[in-house]
């Protein structure tokens, strides 16, 4: 069996005396698609925010590429290739679709902002996703369909390894979560 790129051994989390993950194990090898499968309140959100490093866990460890790495923030394990997409938006309304995608890792030639290749490289990633958004336009103009598809194409746009999800359908419209389904394939 191939080495996972992700891990995690006996994970657990409590929230004071409120214990909600208890020793969970779990393997991704690289092009495995996996769902997370259970009630409200069950611990799915809690268990992909510890694998992408927003929150640390309790007890276990998480591994990437076989070695053990702390909670250190989503930045830590977005320059790891692990990315999340939350349920809820993580979006800048005043801002365009184009700036939101880049927004903190903006693309430079030189020390001036590119604002010509952030353009083809939005638009690419949003043709992708059969997103006929204007990159141009502002997110608090987005529909709620839209700027979930915003959230999709601004995870893809990175040196994606590992892509998690939390809840993706649950906005889209039928053709949307079509571009998605064909997207994990």
């Known amino acids: ?3 996972p790129i992700l891990s995690a051994e006996g994970v657990s989390k409590s929230f004071g005396p409120v214990q909600v993950l208890f020793g969970v194990d779990f ?22 925010k510890i694998l992408a490093g927003f929150v640390e866990q309790s007890g276990g460890s998480v591994r990437v590429d076989g070695r053990v790495v702390g909670a250190g923030g989503p930045g830590a394990r977005e ?4 990315v999340l997409i939350h349920q809820e938006f993580n979006l800048a309304e005043d801002l365009t679709v184009e700036e939101n995608i880049f927004l903190g890792r903006e693309l430079r030639r030189g020390p ?10 939005c638009r690419a990633v949003l043709d992708e996703l059969n997103c006929h958004v204007d990159p141009a336009r502002r997110v608090r103009d ?6 979930q598809m915003v959230e999709i194409a601004k995870a893809t746009a990175r040196d994606v390894r590992v892509l998690v999800m939390d809840e993706p359908t649950a906005v889209l419209t039928g053709a949307e979560t079509a571009v998605l389904f064909r997207l994990i394939r």
């Open 142 to 147: 987005l529909s709620v369909s839209e700027k």
């Open 27 to 48: 393997d991704l090898v690289a092009g495995e698609v996996h769902a997370l499968v259970g009630e409200n309140g069950a611990g799915k959100s809690t268990f992909i």
């Open 1 to 3: 069996m191939a080495e």
């Open 79 to 82: 320059a790891l290739g692990i």
């Open 112 to 121: 001036l902002v590119d604002r010509a290749a952030m353009r083809a490289r």
